[in-house]
């Protein structure tokens, strides 16, 4: 079957009535950043979408938008006038490309009321038409093999087969942007995809600590970034902080069992700093409550009170196998699992309280004055974007 168009279906924006367009310009442009390679045009209108193929293979084109979020379902189409001849050439079509032996039925949804037959004339008309006209295939209106589609619009007729699921979710863009604390474990990966998909744009930051850390960990979160990037069509930019001073001062000066308390609070304090440069108007993080010591509800409130800005912990509540599950359908997996160490694992106290005490961290806290440090540290970002990367390796290739 030769399709021309795609038919693209709106997920929960159609609810959002005051910005609707807001919503639909903000699809259009990520549609027409993931099919940039081919040779398409993308129609958006308040209600649908069409993405003119040409001679473009329609499911590679669906594949490209499955990780779009904002897209409820997609179709092939082909896209006729509006005719009852015009309709019965298509469907004979539609009919050949369907295997001998199958069954199948008409199904009409009638947009346009205006048309001169109504929805029953037509399925009479198309199922007449088949059947005279072919003999391989029954008509079973109870649990056909297969659908044929025919919804009369105001502007034309559109046949099609199927439906198939798109992300859902709303268009990236739409939802203002955070900071995703990236850490290089299978958690914050798919965070930050999952924040993503409710249209919140992300930038990252990542904290290492050279020569504690191996660039191969480093390398990973970068990856990781790519990853993230190709999934969702969408540029991430990494920040990359260099955490060692801090590290080991906190070593030095805090008591091992609240080192890792201390060691969050000063990344939240670094990234919050970050949010405000970027303007980000919330910090992500990969926490799951009760996995670790540093994600008791104890452990968050002493954490969380170094910042103001919200805290989004999209996987709070999900069970492991899930979040894994996750990573792994989102490509991120793989990567993070592999076997370098990031600052945290390296520093890792013996035995971290569970119920770290506020005052008990404050006071130590007190003992040094951070804010140098942390000023040095953002001043100090290695900036990575997953688009210049091929771009750096050539420049790079000139000075060997
Ligand atoms: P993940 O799988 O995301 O590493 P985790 O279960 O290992 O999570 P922790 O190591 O306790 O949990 O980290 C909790 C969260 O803190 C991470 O999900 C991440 O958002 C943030 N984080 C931890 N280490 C770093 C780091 N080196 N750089 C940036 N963020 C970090
Ligand atoms: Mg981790």
Avoid: W
């Avoid at 709106?10 to 910005?19: A, I, P």
């Avoid at 008409?106 to 072919?134: C, P, S, W």
């Avoid at 020569?211 to 969408?234: H, N």
């Amino acid at each position: 079957m030769k399709f021309d168009h795609i038919l693209v279906r709106y997920g929960e924006l159609t609810l959002k009535t005051k910005n609707r367009m807001m919503f639909v310009y903000a699809l259009r442009d990520r549609m027409n950043q993931a099919l940039s390679n081919f040779d398409v045009e993308v129609r958006a209108n308040r209600d649908r979408a069409y993405i003119d193929i040409n001679d473009e293979n329609p499911y590679e084109i669906i594949d490209k938008l499955l990780n779009i979020s904002g897209i409820l379902s997609m179709s092939p189409v082909v896209k006729i006038a509006k005719s009852d001849d015009a309709m019965k050439e298509t469907v004979l079509k539609f009919a050949n490309s369907i295997e001998s032996g199958h069954t199948f039925k008409i199904e009409v949804k009638r947009a346009d009321k205006n048309y001169h037959l109504d929805t029953f004339g037509i399925q009479q008309l198309l199922g007449g038409q088949v059947m005279e006209h072919t003999d391989h295939l029954t008509v079973d209106v109870k649990k056909p093999d297969y659908k044929i589609m025919v919804e009369i619009r105001p502007d034309a007729i559109y046949m099609y087969y199927d439906s198939i699921k798109g992300l859902g979710g709303l268009p990236l863009g739409t939802g203002g942007k955070a900071l995703l604390m990236l850490s290089g474990g299978i958690d914050s990966p798919v965070a930050g995809i999952d924040l993503m998909k409710r249209g919140v744009e992300i930038e990252a930051i990542h904290f290492h600590s050279p020569p504690y850390t191996s660039p191969q960990a480093t390398e990973k979160v970068k990856k990781l970034v790519d990853i993230m990037s190709d999934r969702t069509g969408f540029d991430i930019k990494l920040h990359i902080v260099p955490f060692t001073e801090l590290q080991t001062t906190i070593y030095d000066k805090v008591p091992d069992n609240l080192s890792m308390t201390s060691t969050r609070r000063v990344m939240l304090r670094l990234s919050e700093k970050l949010s405000e440069k970027i303007n980000a108007e919330a910090i992500v993080n990969g926490e799951n409550l009760g996995q670790v010591a540093s994600q008791t509800l104890t452990s968050m409130y002493a954490i969380n009170e170094v910042t103001n800005l919200p805290v989004l912990r999209p996987l709070l509540t999900l069970e492991k196998n899930d979040i894994v599950a996750m990573a792994k359908r989102m490509g991120t997996y793989e990567t993070s699992i592999l076997p370098f160490e990031d600052c945290c694992t390296i520093f890792k106290p013996k035995a971290p309280k569970t119920k770290p005490n506020l005052e008990m961290v404050k006071k130590f806290e007190s003992n040094v004055d951070f804010e140098p440090m942390i000023e040095k540290a953002l001043n100090n970002i290695e900036v990575y974007m997953p688009s210049k990367e091929s771009e750096e390796v050539d420049d790079f290739s000139d000075l060997l």
